[in-house]
């Protein structure tokens, strides 16, 4: 994914394949961010699947909707009888752009229901659930500022939660008055940078078919 937004060819480092050593992992099945992340990397150029590669997008799909709990949410471990914001959030950016599926369309609305109810007066209560949320939603074509979706109110939308969290070097704070934090500053990020790309037009986050190759790239993959 790194490789992908900095113009660099990931099928590609120095003759090695990491989309088809990526698609050959018997760890994908391990754990659901690990399968949800690896369908966001195949999915940002997007990649073709190399043929008798372990992995495919239907069975990645399969594997991601084993971890949705009765409730909609999403969890980390497969069985598990209730998941979390943040890793709703993530399946939903995963498997955003295969909602002409039944099985998907299904999952994403339980998955926004879930998200709905948990959400109070515009927060998740962390800047990272407030961060992967909007990105989720954005990523699917919603603005998280307007009402009608459920995830805002006249008194405040979950990108002025998430501010609620931003220190005045530009940072963001995981837990408030503790200083800041890399991990919160790094997911505020993505939140604001799919916002720039939703408000422009452009492709959602994870989708960088519109970054133009470097016709200057060396053979092992520099710029």
């Known amino acids: 994914m790194a490789m992908r937004a900095a113009n660099m060819d990931p099928a590609d480092l120095g003759g090695k394949d990491l989309v088809a050593s990526l698609l050959n992992n018997e ?6 961010n690990e399968s949800i992340f690896t369908l966001i990397a195949i999915d940002i150029a997007p ?4 043929e008798g590669s372990l992995w495919d997008r239907d069975k990645l799909i399969a594997e991601i909707l084993k971890y949705q709990c009765g409730d909609g949410s999403f969890s980390l471990i497969a069985g598990g009888t209730g ?15 295969y909602t002409d599926r039944d099985d998907v369309r299904s999952a994403v609305d339980k998955g926004l229901d879930y998200l709905r109810d948990k959400i109070d ?3 998740y209560g962390s800047p990272e659930s407030d961060a992967q949320a909007a990105v989720a939603l954005l990523t ?3 603005d998280p500022a307007l009402p009608q ?3 805002a109110n006249d008194a405040k939308t979950l990108f002025e939660g998430l501010d609620e969290y931003r220190l005045s ?6 837990i408030k008055g503790r200083g800041a934090d890399m991990m919160a ?14 408000a422009s037009g452009r492709n959602p986050l994870y989708e960088m078919s519109d970054v133009e190759k470097n016709e200057n790239e060396s053979e092992n993959g520099g710029g």
Do not use: C
């Open 185 to 198: 500053s790094q997911q505020a990020l993505l939140a604001v940078g799919s916002w720039e790309r939703f």
């Open 169 to 174: 070097t530009g940072r963001f704070e995981h």
């Open 27 to 32: 760890r994908v099945s391990t754990l659901s």
């Open 83 to 97: 998941g979390s914001v943040d890793m709703t959030a993530m399946a939903l950016q995963a498997i955003a752009g």
């Open 140 to 142: 699917l074509g919603m």
């Open 149 to 151: 979706t459920g995830f």
């Open 121 to 123: 007066n515009g927060t």
């Open 47 to 50: 990649y073709e699947v190399p």
